[in-house]
């Protein structure tokens, strides 16, 4: 397709477990975006990647979050040991170039129980 | 203090209304200000990208940006229920990290 895809698109995990999100970008963006959208919040900004380099990780919320792009374009997001409070929406934006538009997926729900 | 606020509504008007979005900011390095769409259940996508000072006009939709104030605007005339969404706006500094600092999204319904 010519957006940018997420998988899954729904997840549930038991409060301990370790998940990882997936983000497909369109093709030929350089910069990949994560972001977290708690229910009924705006998004706020998780980390971005320009090519396979990590350039910002401030957003973060704590060392049990992880995000990689070994190549340049599939990006995975790993929480490890996840806990209630990470229940929401997790989205991912490509873009072409700096300061160009963010194009988003539809985001991964993640529900913690 | 956060650093953008938005009125989270909700906001429900008749079909036809003008509707007026607005959001206010507290950090002078936000340059690019961008107000995105999202419909439930879907990713936020762009209806306005503003660069600095001034209005810009795409169809029904106008966006205004006034740096001296640090308050930002999206008109929506003659409003539909296809509108109907969450409205959020994205700012972004002119140098450093490319992060958007979003607002808390206003969601608005129009009424047949």
């Known amino acids: 397709g010519a957006g940018v895809s997420q998988s899954p698109r729904y997840k549930v995990a038991k409060r301990g477990q370790d998940v990882a999100l997936r983000c497909d970008p369109i093709s030929g963006h350089v910069s990949l975006f994560w972001y977290q959208q708690a229910l009924g919040q705006g998004p706020e900004f998780l980390t971005y990647f320009q090519n396979e380099a990590q350039l910002d990780k401030s957003g973060l919320p704590s060392d049990r979050f992880f995000a990689e792009r070994p190549e340049g374009s599939v990006s995975t997001l790993k929480i490890q040991r996840t806990q209630q409070e990470d229940s929401a929406v997790y989205l991912c934006a490509s873009s072409l170039a700096q300061r160009a538009e963010q194009f988003f997926g539809p985001g991964t729900r993640l529900t913690v129980l | ?112």
């Open chain 2, 1 to 112: 203090q956060k650093e953008v606020e938005q009125d989270p509504g909700p906001l429900s008007v008749p079909e036809g209304a003008i509707v007026s979005l607005n959001c206010t900011y507290s950090n002078s390095a936000f340059q690019y200000f961008m107000w995105y769409r999202q419909y439930s259940r879907k990713g936020p996508e762009l209806l306005m990208y503003t660069y600095s000072s001034g209005n810009k006009e795409d169809g029904r939709f106008t966006a205004q940006v006034d740096k001296s104030s640090k308050y930002i605007s999206l008109f929506i005339r003659d409003s539909q229920p296809s509108d109907s969404a969450t409205y959020l706006c994205a700012l972004l500094t002119q140098g450093g990290s490319e992060k958007l600092v979003f607002g808390k999204g206003m969601k608005l319904t129009v009424n047949p």
